[in-house]
Nanobody, 122 residues
Framework: QVQVVESGGGLVQAGGSLRLSCTAS????????MGWYRQAPGKQRELVAAITKGDDTNYADSVKGRFTISGDNAKNTVYLQMNSLTPEDTAVYYC????????????????WGQGTQVTVSS
């Protein structure tokens, strides 16, 4: 089994910062990429930022210059530093890990965390 656990959400005022963390654990042979998605009420889930094992990164246009994704391969952990937050960033943030497991080494499987709430007040 594989577990993906997020932490670090909360309530912050506009202009403030938060740092999210996400760790994958379990029967992992290789992590191909990890990323953060978010879903606001009434909206579809959208990609916020992602990072590959080789440290290539990808950001949504709406967060470029404000958010930074980084990873620690040794700890199977990814971080999302969020600065200059606005009320439009309010959402549930989900961590995604694309993993090759020890029991299915020919397959790349997406695992999701349970989500962490980020609320930005104006």
């Amino acid at each position: 089994q594989v577990q993906v656990v997020e932490s670090g959400g909360g309530l912050v005022q506009a202009g403030g910062s938060l740092r999210l963390s996400c760790t994958a654990s379990g029967s992992i042979s290789r992590i191909n990429a990890m990323g953060w998605y978010r879903q606001a009420p009434g909206k579809q889930r959208e990609l916020v930022a992602a990072i590959t094992k080789g440290d290539d990164t990808n950001y949504a246009d709406s967060v470029k210059g404000r958010f930074t994704i980084s990873g620690d391969n040794a700890k199977n952990t990814v971080y999302l530093q969020m600065n200059s937050l606005t009320p439009e960033d309010t959402a549930v943030y989900y961590c995604n890990a694309n993993i090759r497991t020890t029991w299915a080494p020919a397959s790349n499987i997406d695992y999701w965390g349970q989500g962490t709430q980020v609320t930005v007040s104006s």
